[in-house]
């Protein structure tokens, strides 16, 4: 039976920087990536707990949105305690 293998929706790959051109499979306990437009290969254990999360147009926009985040400042009157 062949592995199914997927594209990770907005990922890019971390050599020749495409977007949407990484494939993921599970086979035997280990996962694997690979990238369609070049040469990259990765695998690792899928137990490993040090596993970086894939950047991706999401994960960029959350990291934007924390640092752009307008945050109001409450002034307290000392003399209303």
């Known amino acids: 039976m062949a592995v199914q293998k997927r594209f990770i929706a ?9 977007m949407d051109r ?3 499979w599970e ?3 280990i996962r694997y990536r ?7 290969f990765e695998q690792a254990p ?6 970086v999360e894939l950047e991706t147009r999401v994960n960029r926009e959350r990291e ?9 400042v ?4 000392p003399g209303s305690r």
């Not at 409450?74 to 009157?77: A, E, K, Q, S, Y």
């Open 10 to 18: 907005g990922a890019i790959c971390p050599r020749c920087a495409a």
């Open 22 to 24: 990484i494939r993921a």
């Open 27 to 29: 086979q035997n306990g």
């Open 34 to 40: 690979d990238c369609v437009a070049c040469d990259f």
């Open 46 to 51: 899928i137990e490993d707990e040090t596993a």
């Open 64 to 72: 934007e949105q924390r640092r752009d985040t307008i945050q109001t």
């Open 74 to 77: 409450r002034i307290l009157d």
